[in-house]
């Protein structure tokens, strides 16, 4: 039994049901959704490394150019990347 699920799961699950969402409607309100969830995506460290892999993993398959995403949210992304694989490389 996980007693402390990886957070990154439930942010790489919202991103794909709003990007979904997104990508069948192109409303403003589901742009709004989508970002939000990116944003909650890129912000969310996290807290395994399958999540790490995971979210590598996911951001692969959007197929994002460099510029797709701003600075800030590159930034974040790697800083929490880093973070954590940081912390996994101290455990071992």
Known sequence: MVT????IFR??????????AFDASLSD???????????DLVC??????SG???LLNHLESLDLEPS???DPVVS???RNLRVALERFARQR
């Open 4 to 7: 402390n699920p990886d957070p």
């Open 11 to 20: 942010a790489i699950k919202r991103h794909r049901k709003t990007r979904g």
């Open 29 to 39: 309100a589901s742009s709004a959704e989508e970002h939000d969830a990116l944003v």
């Open 44 to 49: 969310t460290e996290p807290a395994s490394l």
């Open 52 to 54: 790490c892999i995971a």
């Open 68 to 70: 797709d995403l701003p």
């Open 76 to 78: 974040t992304l790697l």
